[in-house]
């Protein structure tokens, strides 16, 4: 896990990624750069990333239901 929801856990500087990637247009750029591999997103709390990826064709839905979401990186280097 690289990071989560739980700002309490985490130095200010690693929030701010975890706000860009989860409300900025440059999500998947974040995501290239920490090295993701699988997103487990809250569809109450992450759902313009989920939207992000749906449409991303480097990341691919492995798993969803009412709660959450799993995408896994289907390819490595820069994709959209």
Known sequence: VALDG????Y???????YLRIVEDEA?????ERLG???ALLSRAH????IARLE????WRQ???DQTAVIFERT???SQP
Do not use: D, I
Request: proline share 6%; hydrophobic share 50%.
């Open 46 to 49: 992450q759902p313009a990333l």
């Open 11 to 17: 130095p200010y500087a690693l929030w701010l990624r």
């Open 36 to 38: 993701a591999t699988h």
């Open 27 to 31: 999500a998947l750029t974040e995501l």
């Open 55 to 58: 449409r991303a064709r480097a």
């Open 75 to 77: 390819t490595l280097g």
């Open 6 to 9: 739980r700002l309490e856990l």
């Open 62 to 64: 492995v798993y969803a």
